[in-house]
């Protein structure tokens, strides 16, 4: 994606005092914090918590993420109740139906925290690809350019 037209740079925000790291900042910077479960979890949920928390890295879930990874896991065990019932009487159409539709939630709650090899992939990209910017010369090879390039239009 490129620049915008009259668009500035991050550099030219901080000069006139403009910046605010919410629009100008790195879209894909890590969050602080350590996620803390914000609702009572069951045995299945606190497994998925300890398995999402396991396999990514330290810093790629923040304490913003808390509510969203405990709803996941609050789901996950209300469907394996659900399953629990249907397992008893598979002629339940309410088990079935409640299965199906928490399923459904978290499979989807699921893709955000990589909980499939296809979901990771996309995870990758934003969580495990993080440039190293000490150590990266391809990095720093952009910013001696970019740093060229407004020394030009100076």
């Given at each position: 994606?490129?620049?915008?037209?009259?668009?500035?740079?991050?550099?030219?925000?901080?000069e006139a005092g403009?910046?605010?790291?919410?629009?100008?900042?790195?879209?894909?910077?890590?969050?602080?914090?350590?996620?803390?479960?914000?609702?009572?979890?069951?045995?299945?949920?606190?497994?998925?918590?300890?398995?999402?928390?396991?396999?990514?890295?330290?810093?790629?879930?923040?304490?913003?993420?808390?509510?969203?990874?405990?709803?996941?896991?609050?789901?996950?065990?209300?469907?394996?109740?659900?399953?629990?019932?249907?397992?008893?009487?598979?002629?339940?159409?309410?088990?079935?139906?409640?299965?199906?539709?928490?399923?459904?939630?978290?499979?989807?709650?699921?893709?955000?925290?990589?909980?499939s090899p296809k979901?990771?992939?996309?995870?990758?990209?934003?969580?495990?690809?993080?440039?190293?910017?000490?150590?990266?010369?391809?990095?720093?090879?952009?910013?001696?350019?970019?740093?060229?390039?407004?020394?030009?239009?100076?």
């Amino acid at each position: 994606m490129g620049r915008r037209y009259n668009a500035k740079t991050q550099d030219e925000h901080l000069e006139a005092g403009t910046f605010r790291a919410d629009r100008h900042g790195d879209p894909n910077a890590l969050v602080p914090g350590k996620p803390v479960p914000t609702m009572e979890l069951g045995e299945q949920g606190k497994r998925v918590w300890a398995e999402v928390l396991e396999q990514l890295p330290e810093k790629a879930l923040g304490k913003v993420d808390s509510t969203k990874l405990s709803l996941l896991c609050v789901l996950t065990d209300r469907l394996h109740q659900w399953l629990d019932r249907w397992a008893l009487n598979p002629d339940d159409a309410n088990a079935r139906i409640a299965v199906s539709q928490l399923t459904q939630h978290v499979d989807k709650l699921g893709t955000q925290f990589g909980l499939s090899p296809k979901d990771r992939t996309k995870l990758a990209k934003v969580v495990y690809l993080q440039p190293d910017e000490e150590s990266d010369p391809f990095l720093a090879f952009l910013k001696e350019g970019e740093a060229i390039r407004n020394a030009d239009r100076n």
